[in-house]
């Protein structure tokens, strides 16, 4: 189990996927029980597949629950939203968050009805980003175009 305590403990014993918590002690049979997840996205898949050396080894392991790893057959993972924020458009958030890391820049995330539904997107977004992709660091950038808000993140 040494495994799952570093893991664990690398992930705040959160979900990578869900965002919600763990149960480390629960069976890692049970859906909600611990299990550790390849963290697969396109460009780590395509590098992966171009490159000589095999293997996972470069693929950051996460801590997720059972029922949410994406494990067998590689699965692209779904980050949900958050559903009590009102956006249009949302845009999916793994992906996004790849570019983000990899090329850095500007990424449109949605559309909010309101000044106040984009701020507190883009709080959620950049809180939700600090424990996905731990070293990226975000700030916001709304606008407003159209009679709506569109939420962007820049590096
Ligand atoms: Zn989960």
Redesign the pocket.
């Known amino acids: 189990m040494a495994r799952f305590e570093d893991i664990g403990e690398q992930d705040s014993w959160r979900?990578w996927?869900?965002?919600?918590p763990?149960d480390a002690t629960m069976s890692v049979n049970d859906d909600r029980g611990p299990s550790v997840d390849a963290r697969m996205t396109d460009r780590k898949a395509k590098k992966k597949g171009k490159g000589k050396s095999s293997g996972s080894a470069d693929l950051p392991e996460r801590l997720?629950?059972r029922?949410?790893n994406t494990g067998k057959g590689n699965v692209e993972a779904v980050v949900p939203w958050n559903a009590d924020l009102f956006v249009i458009d949302p845009v999916p958030i793994v992906q996004t968050v790849d570019r983000l890391a990899n090329k850095g820049g500007r990424e449109i995330f949605c559309r909010c009805p309101s000044p106040q539904d984009a701020d507190d997107t883009a709080a959620w977004l950049i809180d939700r980003i600090s424990r996905l992709e731990p070293g990226l660091t975000l700030s916001s950038d709304i606008q407003e175009g159209g009679g709506q808000y569109l939420v962007a993140l820049r590096t």
Do not use: Q, S, T
């Open positions: 979900c996927i869900c965002d919600e763990v997720a629950h029922g949410c």
